[in-house]
């Protein structure tokens, strides 16, 4: 596989339940991003994470809760998320989050629904 | 505070010329990018100005005034499959990136 790949693509949870998105880059990048995107809105940065650490925060709910253990990897946990939390979830990496000027390569995203 | 502003939404014609244009307010600045994303898809690097004037890369283009707060990306001899969203982004002094709500461009034959 190339570029960032997200799974699951699609996902329908209750208020309730437990899950997790997952997020894989094989650009050989070290920095990571989850972003939400809702319909005619601008895409919000939830997270970011250079070499494994944890940089950007932005107010993000306790709800979501990330992690990075590689490089490669980027997980956000979900739980008892309510129904405005509806949106594309958006991973990104880039080669490094300080060099300031990198440019971000996208997943495809998963589209998540909250009933 | 700091703000991108692009049009919602614009139509063009196959074999036609269009402009999308972005102003922007950030807290100081070091460039623009410009994105396309398809309905479904990943949102995809087409430019980064940082510098004024215009840049070319095939059928794209993308200008940066600096003084204007003021950029547009040129997309000449359309094709169905420029039909997409296309995301302006403006990068603060501490390098974060403000986003736009994106411009959907229908193109029509």
């Known amino acids: 596989e190339t570029g960032v790949t997200q799974t699951p693509r699609h996902l329908v949870m209750g208020m309730t339940n437990k899950k997790s998105l997952k997020c894989e880059q094989h650009l050989g990048h070290n920095a990571m991003y989850w972003y939400k995107q809702s319909a005619k809105k601008p895409l919000e940065l939830m997270f970011v994470?250079?070499?494994?650490?944890?940089?950007e925060n932005n107010s993000v709910p306790s709800r979501f809760s990330p992690e990075c253990p590689n490089s490669s990897h980027l997980f956000l946990h979900l739980h008892t998320l309510q129904p405005e939390d509806s949106a594309l979830y958006l991973c990104a990496s880039s080669q490094d989050w300080s060099s300031g000027t990198d440019t971000q390569y996208f997943g495809p995203g998963t589209r998540l629904t909250v009933l | 505070g700091q703000n991108i502003d692009q049009p919602t939404e614009m139509t063009a014609t196959e074999g036609a010329i269009v402009q999308i244009n972005c102003t922007y307010q950030t807290s100081g600045f070091n460039g623009l990018f410009w994105y396309q994303q398809h309905a479904g898809e990943a949102p995809t690097f087409l430019s980064y100005n940082v510098l004024d004037g215009l840049e070319e890369k095939g059928r794209f283009s993308s200008f940066l005034s600096r003084s204007k707060g003021y950029s547009y990306l040129l997309l000449k001899e359309l094709q169905m499959k420029d039909s997409a969203s296309y995301l302006c982004a403006g990068l603060d002094s501490n390098y974060q990136l403000i986003w736009g709500a994106g411009t959907k461009l229908i193109i029509k034959p």
């Open positions: 994470y250079n070499f494994k650490e944890q940089t």
